[in-house]
T-cell receptor, first 113, second 113 residues
Framework: DQQVKQNSPSLSVQEGRISILNCDYT??????FLWYKKYPAEGPTFLISISSIKDKNEDGRFTVFLNKSAKHLSLHIVPSQPGDSAVYFC????????????WGAGTKLIIKP | EAGVTQFPSHSVIEKGQTVTLRCDPI?????LYWYRRVMGKEIKFLLH????????ESGMPNNRFLAERTGGTYSTLKVQPAELEDSGVYFCASSQDVGRGYTFGSGTRLTVV
């Protein structure tokens, strides 16, 4: 039973355009959501997060949107750059779960020149 | 500051053998986590140490897996005896406070043949 789902295994976007990565969750107890970026042969690197009390968080080119009623979050990257090509993981945690992260399966983002 | 270091980066062992993975967290980080990613699927929590104590080991698959963190510094994860389904990438992460985002190591790719 996957509590965090990333339904797109891969996504190809033209350089300079917007990349939108999606994530759905089922557990209404999740109160914190994170996006990690992973390059081959490296560990995941924290990118951006959002608390359930917010619906948007922005950091430079990266914006995360949270729609609690739909149990959906998305990561927007604008403009997309070649260095953004990586696997992006969505993760969630619930207060009281010892902040254990529950992860999606990842989406491979390919930025085309 | 040195990051989270994992050793070895790759390990290929035969079914039935024993393997020990090591993780050196960032100095001063009391919290240490082990995660595993199997065959391109989602990353799954294994366990969480606070200093030398196991805070949460609910993700450990079975008693073939033994994690230790002597003296609250580095941690080892031993698999004995290894089975084919144990193949995957084992990630270690650490954080100063229990919380939301932590620093990952590059992972150990374990292949059981």
């Amino acid at each position: 039973d996957q509590q965090v789902k990333q339904n797109s295994p891969s996504l190809s976007v033209q350089e300079g355009r917007i990349s939108i990565l999606n994530c759905d969750y089922t557990n209404s107890m999740f109160d914190y959501f994170l996006w990690y970026k992973k390059y081959p042969a490296e560990g995941p690197t924290f990118l951006i997060s959002i608390s359930s009390i917010k619906d948007k968080n922005e950091d430079g080119r990266f914006t995360v949107f949270l729609n609690k009623s739909a149990k959906h979050l998305s990561l927007h990257i604008v403009p997309s750059q070649p260095g953004d090509s990586a696997v992006y993981f969505c993760a969630a945690s619930a207060r009281g779960s010892n902040y254990q992260l529950i992860w999606g399966a990842g989406t491979k983002l390919i930025i085309k020149p | 500051e040195a990051g989270v270091t994992q050793f070895p980066s790759h390990s290929v062992i035969e079914k039935g053998q024993t393997v020990t993975l090591r993780c050196d967290p960032i100095s001063g980080h009391d919290n240490l986590y082990w995660y595993r990613r199997v065959m391109g699927k989602e990353i799954k929590f294994l366990l969480h140490f606070v200093k030398e104590s196991k805070q949460d080991e609910s993700g450990m698959p079975n008693n073939r897996f033994l994690a230790e963190r002597t003296g609250g510094t580095y941690s080892t994860l031993k698999v004995q005896p290894a089975e084919l389904e144990d193949s995957g990438v084992y990630f270690c992460a650490s954080s100063q406070d229990v919380g939301r985002g932590y620093t990952f190591g590059s992972g150990t790719r374990l292949t059981v043949v």
